[in-house]
């Protein structure tokens, strides 16, 4: 699976992994495992590719071995980099894995990135990718068409940099609409109450709903 998939999204997914990638690398839905090629072996120690196809791993372990790095692992992980390239419209319960994935996996100050299509924001287009979803994952091996994945992402934790863009040229009116994203989680977290909330709302900072992160800031409600 993929070499297609590959010729066609390496031009975003290329540069979007060489310059973000870094450490530990959690390839999540690897397929034959493309995203070897384009690591950076100056800044990733290790290459993790999940796939549960097992017809795919033979082409994962000849480009993983070419780039370098490859490793089996079992057992509890953590890691630096999170990719997804087309992979979150098929994984099943896809908000937990998300959640879990950002939450106990990636290290705080680690990086998730992201090339999925998603649920379009044209109400037309969402309805029939909401039509098609049952017959097209049936098909294709439980992939929606209607998931709003980099939501769920932006939601999972609380991030320092959160980043979502779109594809060059690419309509918002077309069933496969492309989001990437970039998003690296926060290395403090700070909890506060309502009140500190409209104090910091006059200084800069990021808010999310309930969780204030500021940089170099410890402060504790
Ligand atoms: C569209 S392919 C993308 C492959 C690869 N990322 C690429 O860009 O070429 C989706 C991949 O997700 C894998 N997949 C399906 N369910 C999964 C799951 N529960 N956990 C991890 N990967 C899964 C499929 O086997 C398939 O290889």
Redesign the pocket.
Known sequence: ???G??EN?RDV?GPLITQNAYGMVL??????G??ANYLDINRVTKYVA????TH?HEEIRKIANKAGNLIRTRGPLSVDTV?????L????SPEE?INRISNELLNPGGVFLLYEHVLSPCADVAWWQWFWSPIWSKAF???RLDRPTYVWVRKATNWEVDKVWTQEGEPEEHLFWHQIGKFVKATQVILLGEFCIDFFNNYECTIIPGIIAINDFQLYS
């Open positions: 699976m993929g070499d998939i590959d999204s997914t390839d999540i839905g690897a397929g034959h493309h995203t999940l796939e549960p196809n795919m990719v997804c390239v087309l992979s419209c098929t994984v099943p894995t091996d439980g992939c």
